[in-house]
C-alpha cells in the first residue's frame, strides 16, 4: 500500500537547517544539566533505605503506593511476593527509626485491619551505585563499539559505522535532556529505555544506509552523490514514517494508559521514536554526504 505516489525532497540541500536543529537540541540538553544542577539519579545509584514488609492479608501493591506518597515520600521503588512488600527508597530523613516510624504509622491508618511487620530496614550505600553506574557505561560503549564494527563490516567503510553511532548518540543525549526537563529518575529502567531507543535509532539508520548503497551500485552516469542519498531517502521514508508511527502509537498508549510503572520508559520511547527518524533521515545520511563531499575537495585540491 502506498500513501504517496511520488516524493522528491531535496534533503541534502537543506542539511545545514536540520544539522542547526540537531544542534539546537544539543545545546538545550546542556543548558538543562547545567541549570538543574544535573541529572535526578534514582536509589539504583545513590543508594538509599531499603524495608521488607510482611503483612497477614495480602494487599495490593498499588494500594501500598498510595500509602507511601501519602507519607511524602517522593523517590522510591515497590517489589511484591504475595504477603511480602519492599520497599526502596532515597535517603530522606534523619534516621532509619524516623523512616520506619513514618511508614509504619501510615500503615496503621490505612490498614487498622491487616497486621504488618517490618521484617528488616537497612541502608544500601553508594557502592550499589556505582556498580550500577559502571555496568550502564560498559553496556553503553560495547554496544555502541559493536554497531560500529556491524555497521563498517557491513557496507566496508568505518564512515558509515561512525555516522551511524553519532545519530545514535544524538538520540540519547537529547532523550536524556527530555528526562531531566521532565525531572524525571534515573535508573536503571532509563538505561534500558535509552539501550532501546539506540536499536530503533541504529534499525533506520541501516535500512536507509542500504539503500544508499543500493542504488549507487545501479548509479546512472549523470547522477551525483547527493542525488543518489535524496532519492534513497525519498524512497524509505514512507517506511521510515508509517513504522515509526506504529511505534510511537504505542508508546504513546503506554505513556497515557501504562500505568506509572513503566511510565518513565514510556516516556522516552515516545521522545526517542521522533528523534531517531529524525537523526536517520537528517543526521546520519547528511553527514555522509558531507564527509564524502569534503573528501573529494581535498582530493580535487592534491591532484
Not at 76 to 105: D, H, P, T, Y
Not at 266 to 280: D, E, H, L, N
Request: with cysteine; proline share 1%; glycine share 6%.
Amino acid at each position: 500500500m502506498q500513501f504517496f505516489r511520488r516524493i522528491n525532497i531535496d534533503f541534502i540541500k537543506n542539511r545545514y537547517k536540520f544539522f542547526g536543529i540537531s544542534g539546537f537540541l544539543l545545546l538545550m540538553t546542556m543548558f538543562i544539566l547545567v541549570h538543574r544542577g544535573g541529572p535526578n539519579y534514582g536509589i539504583d545509584f545513590t543508594g538509599g533505605i531499603f524495608m521488607q514488609i510482611s503483612f497477614q492479608d495480602k494487599i495490593e501493591l498499588q494500594d501500598f503506593r498510595e500509602v507511601i506518597k501519602e507519607s511524602n515520600i517522593s523517590s522510591f521503588e515497590l517489589q511484591s511476593s504475595g504477603n511480602i512488600i519492599i520497599l526502596r527508597a532515597k535517603k530522606n530523613l534523619v534516621s532509619l527509626e524516623e523512616f520506619e516510624k513514618l511508614v509504619k504509622n501510615s500503615i496503621e491508618l490505612r490498614f487498622p485491619d491487616n497486621v504488618a511487620k517490618i521484617e528488616k530496614i537497612e541502608y544500601v550505600g553508594s557502592t550499589v551505585g556505582k556498580y550500577f553506574s559502571k555496568q550502564a557505561i560498559y553496556a553503553f560503549s560495547f554496544a555502541f563499539l559493536g554497531m560500529i564494527v556491524y555497521v563498517a563490516f557491513r557496507f566496508k567503510s568505518s564512515l558509515w559505522g561512525i555516522a551511524s553511532v553519532i545519530g545514535i548518540l544524538h538520540d540519547v543525549i537529547i532523550c536524556f535532556g527530555f528526562l531531566v526537563l521532565a525531572d524525571k529518575e534515573i535508573n536503571i529502567t532509563v538505561i534500558a529505555a535509552l539501550l532501546t531507543v539506540a536499536g530503533y535509532s541504529i534499525n533506520d539508520t541501516i535500512v536507509l544506509f542500504d539503500r544508499i548503497k543500493e542504488n549507487l551500485k545501479l548509479v546512472v552516469v549523470k547522477e551525483n552523490f547527493s542525488t543518489v542519498i535524496n532519492r534513497s531517502i525519498n524512497e524509505v521514508l514512507v517506511r521510515t514514517v508509517v513504522t515509526s508511527f506504529t511505534v510511537f502509537v504505542i508508546a504513546c498508549s503506554l505513556f497515557f494508559f501504562g500505568g506509572e510503572v513503566i511510565h518513565t520508559f514510556a516516556y522516552i520511547m515516545v521522545i526517542g521514536t521522533v528523534v531517531g527518524v529524525f537523526s536517520s533521515i537528517f543526521v546520519c545520511a547528511p553527514l555522509v554526504y558531507e564527509w564524502e563531499a569534503r573528501k573529494s575537495k581535498r582530493l580535487k585540491k592534491v591532484y
